[in-house]
């Protein structure tokens, strides 16, 4: 059943809220369970619907998966199937990190090629030529990406760009190469070391994590483990601008501030009061914003999955503000239900330039991918009357309880069947 969001602007957000785990760490993590024939642990999973939509893909191969509230269990078999169908895998791009995983385990991985968001056309590419540096064959076939391996033997791996999800598969492939492997231009993202300092606790032996060369030296045999999920930046971020576009004023606890350092400077800038502490932070604002300008980057710089925020809070801001996509081509998409809600602003190739006003006005508008739903229902946080937000199944994707943590905050904001 359809569902839509009701949000009616005007309400100042105060008040205190907490992250659960990253959506962008659980899925990996989830996969690299693979890896050790046991049970595997993890908490602080947040309650998101990719995760039932993971325990469907680890099911499919063999495993048997149990969510509890925060914690899921996964109990990997000794034989696992290499095989991950179109069924299970099409509906979210994270499926594609079982392919490393299932590669070093099974010497085979035919994994169908995912859906996921519509961002941007997000090849293979790195994840493939990665793992044949290992000495894995890999080709597309039947609409599934096919990996084989006899052994994979440890390598030099320098990625063209640093591919979150192709360091991923590369780094749960080569944890059990034969061997040592040397990946430069690695992702820094925090979700890559909450991966490495759970293989580490498995038994692997990673080092370099957080930064930009990981060194990786083969082992046998890993063991299942117990871990926690590190926080959600990109839920913690997205409160941090809730905060600002209605000159609210929030504390937001379990996440580090340094995984949202410029981010949290960006507010700074824009005329915020930012506190920090050590596992949050509190972000105040008591005026209109000053607009500021956004380019993102991977991990230290501005998250491409705060984008829609970093719209949301320009269309108010007081001033021209220019943001710049460098991440995802169609991630712009948005801006067009920006502009049906008043914004002015103008996309050219992969820049946006944006002239604040006072308050956007409300209207029906529709959520392409969880970030964008998230930026819309921030913008109907400063429209004028009550903003429709519709597809928020792209919502719940990502943001665990998010309409009753937005009430909680002080928002009105109800969810209703279309
Ligand atoms: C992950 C996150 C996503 C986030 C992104 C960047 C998950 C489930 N998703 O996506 O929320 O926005 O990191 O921080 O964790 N690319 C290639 N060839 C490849 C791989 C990637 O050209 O083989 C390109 C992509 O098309 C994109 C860019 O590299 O333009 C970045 O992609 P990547 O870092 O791999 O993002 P994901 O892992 O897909």
Redesign the pocket.
Known sequence: MKERFLVTGGARLQGSVRVDGA???V??LMAAALLAEGTTTLNNCPEILDVPLMKDVLEGLGCTVAIDGQTVTIDTPAELSSHADFDAVRQ???S??VLGPLTARCGEAIVALPG??A???????????GLEKLGATTHIEHGAVVARAEKLVGADIKL?????????NILTAAVMAEGSTTLDNA?R?P?IIDLCNMLNSMGAKISGAGTSTLVIEGVDHLEPTTHTVVGDR?VAGTWAYAAAVTQGDIVVGGIQPRYLHLALEKLKSAGAEVETYDLGFRVRMDHRPRAVDYQTL??PGF???LQPMAIGISAIANGTSVITEN???SRFRFVDEMLRLGADANVDGHHVVIHGKEQLSSTDVWASD??AGAGLVLAGLVSDGVTTVHDVHHIDRGYPHFVEKLNSLGAAVERVQE
């Open positions: 959506k962008n760490s899925l990996k979210f791009r994270a594609v990190c996921g968001d961002i941007g056309s997000r090849p293979l590419d790195m994840h493939q030529s063209d760009f640093p591919s979150v999800g192709a360091t991923e992702a993202e979700e990109i991977p991990f998250p491409t999955d991440v995802f081509e969880i970030r």
